[in-house]
């Protein structure tokens, strides 16, 4: 049976909606959280980042906190402190984020051009503490080349893992993945790999586990929020069993839609949770194959009253 990991998706799979999600449906059993910025002992205040709180998460899903910056000293107060706190033992990098602001800071994938940094961070995380460290990165920010040359690097190390989405980061989410570029990151590296890309549908699943058998997990994202039932379908799948009847996972993605209206409503405004929404209807758009037309409909609403009946009618449809 394949390994399935909720992908981090920052503003997105937040705890509100990482436990509605797991309530939910199956088939998740580890997710890596949104990025939060590392920061020096002084001005660190790991308390106030609700998303690694112990109290907010569900016990049965493992949850790996990911770390953001570039500073070796910053990484090490970070989980140390974090580990104080809350008690995590094993840690995520950010090596692949394309935002401008954070590569032009190279932070994220800024740092894939400059292996020397990454492995200073590398080096000061795994000789100084006694946690384990994963990185997530991408095939590099402008050349397939920049992660061959991290990834031997990254080999002198006892990382936990490696994540790669098969991108470039002046990519940022456009053109297809670049299967070739995967296939020697895979020959490269000596470290367990999750897979992070475009698995949209149980078919995508089976062709890339067809590709890359060798693969040791596989990290669902944007594919999960269009359909959160794309893990256990995928299961379903593997073990040769039918999958649920469309009309019974509209039901119970009514039950979920309510649980997370109700979930982020407990800790946000309706206004705050408006925006939110909207950009998971995004997502959630292609699981009830609303038309371009229909998902801006939705979009132009500005009441949250009308907002939420409208959206619960679609889930109730
Ligand atoms: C809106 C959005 C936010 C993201 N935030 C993060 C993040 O905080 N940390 C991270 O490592 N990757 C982040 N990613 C990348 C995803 O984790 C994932 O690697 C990428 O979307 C490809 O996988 P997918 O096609 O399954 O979504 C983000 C992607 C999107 C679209």
Redesign the pocket.
């Known amino acids: 049976m394949s390994d399935f990991w909720l992908?981090?998706?920052?503003g997105?799979t937040v705890y509100t909606f990482r436990n509605c999600l797991f309530r939910h449906a199956h088939g998740i059993k580890t997710a890596v959280t949104?990025?939060f910025p590392i920061q020096e002992k002084t001005k660190l205040n790991v308390r106030k980042h609700a998303d690694f709180r112990i109290e907010n998460n569900l016990s049965d899903i493992e949850i790996i906190p990911?770390l953001i910056g570039s500073n070796p000293d910053h990484f090490v107060d970070t989980v140390n402190a974090l580990n104080a706190e809350f008690g995590y033992t094993r840690f995520n990098w950010?090596v692949?984020?394309p935002m401008k602001q954070i590569v032009r800071k190279r932070r994220g994938c800024g740092l894939m051009p400059y292996p020397q940094m990454v492995d200073d961070v590398v080096n000061a995380v795994t000789s100084k503490t006694p946690f384990s460290l994963s990185v997530?990165m991408r095939i590099g920010l402008n050349s397939p080349s920049e992660s061959i040359v991290l990834l031997d690097r990254l080999n002198a190390y006892p990382l936990d893992f490696v994540v790669i989405?098969p991108r470039l980061g002046v990519q940022q989410?456009d053109g297809l993945p670049d299967m070739k570029a995967f296939s020697e990151c895979l020959n490269a590296t000596r470290h367990k790999v999750i897979y992070?890309?475009?698995?949209q549908s149980v078919d995508d699943f089976i062709g890339l586990k067809k590709l890359f058998p060798q693969v040791w997990a596989w990290?669902?994202?944007?594919?999960i929020l269009a359909n959160p039932f794309l893990a256990e379908q995928i299961e379903r799948a593997e073990a040769v069993l039918p999958l649920q009847p469309l009309s019974e996972l509209k039901e119970r993605f009514a039950a979920f839609y309510a649980d997370l209206l109700d979930s982020m409503l407990a800790v946000c405004g309706e206004h705050r949770v408006m925006a939110n929404m909207k950009e998971l209807w995004h997502y959630f758009a292609r699981f009830f194959s609303l038309s371009a037309g229909e998902l801006q409909n939705l979009l132009r609403i500005t009441d949250f009253k009308e907002f939420e009946d409208k959206t619960k009618q679609i889930c109730e449809k």
């Open positions: 992908a981090p998706l920052h997105i949104p990025f990911q950010n692949g984020c997530k989405h989410y992070s890309g475009d698995i990290m669902l994202g944007r594919g």
